[in-house]
Protein backbone atom coordinates (compact mmCIF):
# COMPACT_ATOMS: atom_id res chain seq x y z
CA UNK A 1 0.00 0.00 0.00
CA UNK A 2 1.35 3.62 -1.01
CA UNK A 3 1.38 5.63 2.13
CA UNK A 4 -0.27 9.00 2.60
CA UNK A 5 1.38 11.95 2.85
CA UNK A 6 1.51 13.19 6.76
CA UNK A 7 0.33 16.20 8.00
CA UNK A 8 2.10 19.05 7.92
CA UNK A 9 3.86 18.98 4.87
CA UNK A 10 3.24 20.95 1.63
CA UNK A 11 2.99 19.15 -1.48
CA UNK A 12 5.39 20.23 -4.38
CA UNK A 13 4.55 19.59 -7.91
CA UNK A 14 6.48 19.26 -11.02
CA UNK A 15 4.41 20.81 -13.64
CA UNK A 16 4.32 20.83 -17.67
CA UNK A 17 2.75 22.84 -20.07
CA UNK A 18 2.26 24.24 -23.18
CA UNK A 19 1.97 27.84 -23.39
CA UNK A 20 0.37 28.63 -26.44
CA UNK A 21 -2.93 27.29 -24.57
CA UNK A 22 -2.61 29.74 -21.95
CA UNK A 23 -2.55 33.54 -21.43
CA UNK A 24 0.38 32.70 -18.88
CA UNK A 25 0.63 31.24 -15.75
CA UNK A 26 -1.03 34.04 -13.05
CA UNK A 27 -4.84 33.36 -12.53
CA UNK A 28 -6.82 36.48 -14.10
CA UNK A 29 -10.01 37.97 -13.91
CA UNK A 30 -10.96 37.99 -17.72
CA UNK A 31 -12.02 34.67 -19.50
CA UNK A 32 -8.37 34.21 -20.75
CA UNK A 33 -7.23 30.59 -19.78
CA UNK A 34 -4.08 30.48 -17.39
CA UNK A 35 -2.05 27.24 -15.66
CA UNK A 36 -3.13 28.35 -12.57
CA UNK A 37 -6.24 29.11 -13.38
CA UNK A 38 -6.73 25.37 -14.84
CA UNK A 39 -4.73 23.56 -11.85
CA UNK A 40 -5.81 25.41 -8.76
CA UNK A 41 -9.97 23.95 -9.34
CA UNK A 42 -8.18 20.48 -10.83
CA UNK A 43 -6.41 20.01 -7.18
CA UNK A 44 -9.41 21.61 -5.31
CA UNK A 45 -11.18 18.61 -6.52
CA UNK A 46 -9.17 15.89 -5.26
CA UNK A 47 -8.34 17.74 -2.12
CA UNK A 48 -12.22 18.47 -1.45
CA UNK A 49 -11.41 22.36 -0.21
CA UNK A 50 -9.67 25.15 -1.82
CA UNK A 51 -6.15 25.36 -2.71
CA UNK A 52 -3.75 28.22 -3.41
CA UNK A 53 -0.65 27.76 -5.81
CA UNK A 54 2.76 29.28 -5.19
CA UNK A 55 5.21 28.68 -8.46
CA UNK A 56 8.57 29.26 -9.04
CA UNK A 57 8.52 31.26 -12.31
CA UNK A 58 5.22 32.97 -13.35
CA UNK A 59 5.44 32.76 -17.24
CA UNK A 60 4.14 34.67 -19.46
CA UNK A 61 1.25 34.08 -22.11
CA UNK A 62 2.43 31.66 -24.73
CA UNK A 63 5.79 30.94 -23.31
CA UNK A 64 6.09 26.95 -22.31
CA UNK A 65 7.21 24.73 -19.64
CA UNK A 66 9.05 21.29 -18.87
CA UNK A 67 10.03 21.93 -15.34
CA UNK A 68 7.33 24.63 -13.73
CA UNK A 69 7.95 23.78 -9.63
CA UNK A 70 4.77 24.79 -7.26
CA UNK A 71 3.52 23.71 -4.14
CA UNK A 72 0.64 23.66 -1.86
CA UNK A 73 -0.49 22.88 1.57
CA UNK A 74 -1.60 19.79 1.94
CA UNK A 75 -5.24 19.25 3.04
CA UNK A 76 -6.83 15.57 2.29
CA UNK A 77 -4.75 12.48 3.06
CA UNK A 78 -3.42 11.02 -0.29
CA UNK A 79 -0.32 9.50 -1.54
CA UNK A 80 1.57 11.33 -3.79
CA UNK A 81 0.50 9.24 -6.75
CA UNK A 82 -3.22 10.00 -6.05
CA UNK A 83 -2.58 12.74 -6.05
CA UNK A 84 -0.67 13.36 -9.87
CA UNK A 85 -3.48 10.54 -11.01
CA UNK A 86 -6.15 12.57 -9.62
CA UNK A 87 -5.06 16.17 -10.44
CA UNK A 88 -3.99 14.85 -14.10
CA UNK A 89 -7.44 13.12 -14.54
CA UNK A 90 -9.38 16.91 -14.36
CA UNK A 91 -6.99 18.50 -16.49
CA UNK A 92 -6.36 19.62 -20.29
CA UNK A 93 -4.20 17.57 -22.63
CA UNK A 94 -2.31 20.79 -22.20
CA UNK A 95 -1.26 20.31 -18.71
CA UNK A 96 0.12 18.03 -16.75
CA UNK A 97 1.97 17.11 -13.50
CA UNK A 98 5.15 14.92 -13.90
CA UNK A 99 5.92 14.53 -10.44
CA UNK A 100 4.86 15.07 -6.64
CA UNK A 101 6.58 15.31 -3.92
CA UNK A 102 6.77 17.07 -0.37
CA UNK A 103 8.58 19.77 1.62
CA UNK A 104 8.70 21.19 4.66
CA UNK A 105 6.06 24.15 5.52
CA UNK A 106 9.37 26.54 5.53
CA UNK A 107 9.60 25.46 1.49
CA UNK A 108 8.43 27.53 -1.31
CA UNK A 109 8.63 27.10 -4.77
CA UNK A 110 9.11 30.61 -5.08
CA UNK A 111 11.54 31.96 -2.69
CA UNK A 112 13.95 28.64 -1.87
CA UNK A 113 14.47 28.48 -5.32
CA UNK A 114 18.18 29.60 -6.13
CA UNK A 115 18.14 29.05 -9.84
CA UNK A 116 15.95 29.01 -12.80
CA UNK A 117 17.02 27.79 -16.41
CA UNK A 118 15.01 28.85 -19.79
CA UNK A 119 15.97 27.45 -23.53
CA UNK A 120 14.97 29.39 -26.24
CA UNK A 121 14.66 27.43 -29.65
CA UNK A 122 14.94 29.43 -32.98
CA UNK A 123 14.63 27.36 -36.04
CA UNK A 124 16.40 28.43 -38.63
CA UNK A 125 14.61 27.31 -42.11
CA UNK A 126 12.91 29.12 -45.41
CA UNK A 127 10.08 26.70 -44.78
CA UNK A 128 7.32 27.50 -42.39
CA UNK A 129 6.57 24.71 -40.45
CA UNK A 130 3.08 24.29 -39.15
CA UNK A 131 4.11 21.22 -36.57
CA UNK A 132 6.70 24.10 -34.90
CA UNK A 133 4.47 26.73 -35.14
CA UNK A 134 4.01 28.33 -31.33
CA UNK A 135 7.06 26.23 -30.35
CA UNK A 136 9.92 27.39 -32.24
CA UNK A 137 11.09 31.08 -33.65
CA UNK A 138 11.57 30.40 -37.04
CA UNK A 139 14.66 32.38 -38.68
CA UNK A 140 14.82 32.17 -42.27
CA UNK A 141 18.04 33.77 -42.62
CA UNK A 142 21.42 32.24 -41.36
CA UNK A 143 22.91 33.54 -38.08
CA UNK A 144 26.20 34.03 -37.22
CA UNK A 145 26.59 32.27 -34.11
CA UNK A 146 30.70 32.69 -33.08
CA UNK A 147 29.22 36.70 -33.05
CA UNK A 148 26.22 36.26 -31.04
CA UNK A 149 27.78 33.86 -28.74
CA UNK A 150 31.17 36.87 -28.73
CA UNK A 151 27.80 39.12 -27.56
CA UNK A 152 26.80 36.85 -25.19
CA UNK A 153 29.77 36.79 -22.79
CA UNK A 154 29.38 40.21 -21.46
CA UNK A 155 26.40 39.24 -19.99
CA UNK A 156 27.37 36.27 -17.57
CA UNK A 157 27.72 37.00 -13.62
CA UNK A 158 26.22 39.70 -11.83
CA UNK A 159 25.03 42.45 -13.64
CA UNK A 160 22.34 45.20 -13.57
CA UNK A 161 19.60 44.15 -16.48
CA UNK A 162 17.84 46.97 -16.60
CA UNK A 163 18.03 47.12 -20.14
CA UNK A 164 16.44 43.45 -20.47
CA UNK A 165 13.28 44.42 -18.36
CA UNK A 166 9.86 44.90 -19.58
CA UNK A 167 8.85 48.46 -18.78
CA UNK A 168 6.10 47.36 -16.66
CA UNK A 169 8.45 44.83 -14.78
CA UNK A 170 7.24 44.98 -10.93
CA UNK A 171 10.95 44.48 -9.39
CA UNK A 172 12.68 46.27 -6.62
CA UNK A 173 16.03 45.41 -8.52
CA UNK A 174 17.19 44.49 -12.09
CA UNK A 175 20.15 43.00 -10.64
CA UNK A 176 20.27 39.65 -11.43
CA UNK A 177 23.26 36.91 -11.34
CA UNK A 178 23.68 34.63 -15.11
CA UNK A 179 25.51 31.60 -14.00
CA UNK A 180 25.11 30.81 -17.98
CA UNK A 181 24.55 31.89 -21.47
CA UNK A 182 25.18 29.62 -24.14
CA UNK A 183 24.10 29.17 -28.16
CA UNK A 184 24.42 25.84 -29.75
CA UNK A 185 22.65 23.63 -32.10
CA UNK A 186 20.75 20.94 -31.25
CA UNK A 187 18.51 18.84 -33.94
CA UNK A 188 18.12 21.47 -36.26
CA UNK A 189 18.11 24.04 -33.64
CA UNK A 190 19.26 27.18 -32.84
CA UNK A 191 19.34 26.61 -28.55
CA UNK A 192 19.44 30.25 -26.61
CA UNK A 193 20.39 28.00 -22.95
CA UNK A 194 20.78 30.64 -20.20
CA UNK A 195 20.10 30.24 -16.75
CA UNK A 196 20.42 32.78 -13.38
CA UNK A 197 19.24 33.35 -9.96
CA UNK A 198 16.60 34.85 -11.10
CA UNK A 199 14.82 36.88 -14.14
CA UNK A 200 13.03 40.00 -14.68
CA UNK A 201 9.53 40.17 -16.71
CA UNK A 202 10.63 39.36 -20.16
CA UNK A 203 14.40 39.51 -19.53
CA UNK A 204 15.07 36.02 -21.45
CA UNK A 205 12.92 37.47 -24.68
CA UNK A 206 14.86 40.52 -24.62
CA UNK A 207 18.03 39.08 -24.66
CA UNK A 208 17.08 36.88 -27.21
CA UNK A 209 16.05 39.38 -29.58
CA UNK A 210 19.30 41.21 -28.67
CA UNK A 211 21.28 38.35 -29.74
CA UNK A 212 19.40 38.00 -33.02
CA UNK A 213 20.26 41.55 -34.01
CA UNK A 214 23.64 40.42 -33.37
CA UNK A 215 23.26 37.50 -35.13
CA UNK A 216 21.45 38.86 -38.38
CA UNK A 217 25.38 41.19 -38.45
CA UNK A 218 23.07 44.25 -37.83
CA UNK A 219 24.81 44.98 -34.86
CA UNK A 220 28.78 44.15 -33.62
CA UNK A 221 28.93 41.96 -31.01
CA UNK A 222 30.70 44.68 -28.65
CA UNK A 223 26.93 46.34 -29.02
CA UNK A 224 25.71 43.97 -26.13
CA UNK A 225 27.81 45.79 -23.75
CA UNK A 226 26.86 49.10 -24.65
CA UNK A 227 23.04 48.12 -24.26
CA UNK A 228 23.92 46.66 -20.75
CA UNK A 229 25.74 49.80 -19.68
CA UNK A 230 23.10 51.99 -20.75
CA UNK A 231 20.66 50.99 -18.16
CA UNK A 232 17.87 51.76 -20.70
CA UNK A 233 15.16 49.08 -22.31
CA UNK A 234 15.28 51.33 -25.34
CA UNK A 235 18.76 50.81 -26.25
CA UNK A 236 18.08 46.77 -26.90
CA UNK A 237 16.67 44.62 -29.22
CA UNK A 238 12.77 43.79 -29.94
CA UNK A 239 11.17 41.66 -27.39
CA UNK A 240 11.34 38.12 -29.21
CA UNK A 241 8.11 36.15 -29.84
CA UNK A 242 7.11 33.99 -26.35
CA UNK A 243 6.47 31.04 -28.74
CA UNK A 244 9.97 30.16 -28.41
CA UNK A 245 10.83 30.35 -24.52
CA UNK A 246 10.66 27.48 -22.35
CA UNK A 247 11.29 27.01 -18.25
CA UNK A 248 13.35 23.94 -17.89
CA UNK A 249 14.41 23.80 -14.78
CA UNK A 250 14.61 25.24 -11.33
CA UNK A 251 16.81 24.79 -8.70
CA UNK A 252 17.07 24.59 -4.46
CA UNK A 253 18.98 23.55 -1.93
CA UNK A 254 19.91 20.28 -1.33
CA UNK A 255 18.43 20.62 2.46
CA UNK A 256 14.77 21.66 1.40
CA UNK A 257 14.62 18.14 0.51
CA UNK A 258 13.50 19.00 -3.02
CA UNK A 259 15.37 17.82 -5.96
CA UNK A 260 16.58 20.08 -8.39
CA UNK A 261 15.49 19.51 -11.82
CA UNK A 262 16.44 19.91 -15.19
CA UNK A 263 13.98 19.06 -18.49
CA UNK A 264 15.02 19.39 -21.94
CA UNK A 265 11.76 20.37 -24.42
CA UNK A 266 10.56 17.85 -25.87
CA UNK A 267 11.87 19.16 -29.63
CA UNK A 268 15.62 18.62 -28.01
CA UNK A 269 17.78 15.59 -26.78
CA UNK A 270 18.85 16.93 -23.93
CA UNK A 271 20.39 19.79 -21.77
CA UNK A 272 23.83 20.10 -21.45
CA UNK A 273 25.31 20.53 -17.61
CA UNK A 274 27.58 23.65 -17.34
CA UNK A 275 29.93 24.13 -14.91
Not at 12 to 35: M, N
Not at 74 to 93: C, D, M, Q, T
Not at 119 to 139: E, K, T
Given at each position: ?6 S ?24 I ?6 L????S??A???V ?7 T ?11 H??R ?19 T ?15 RF???G ?5 L ?6 D ?20 R ?16 A ?9 R????L ?6 G ?9 A???H?V?I ?15 D?M ?5 A ?5 A?A ?5 GL ?25 L?E??
Amino acid sequence: MTAVIPSGRRIVLRIEYDGAAFGGWQKQSSEIPTVQGVLEPAISRVADAPVKLVCAGRTDAGVHATCQIAHFDRIAERSPRAWKAGVNSFLPKTVKIQEVCTATSQFSARFSATGRRYAYLLHPSGNDSPQLAGRALRVDKALDLDAMRAAARCLEGEKDFRSFQAAGCQSLSSLRDVRHLRIYRQRGFIVIDIRANAFLQHMVRIIAGSLLEVGRSRREPDWMAQVLAARDRKQAGATAPAAGLYLTGVAYPASCGVPSRTVAPPLLDRLPEFG
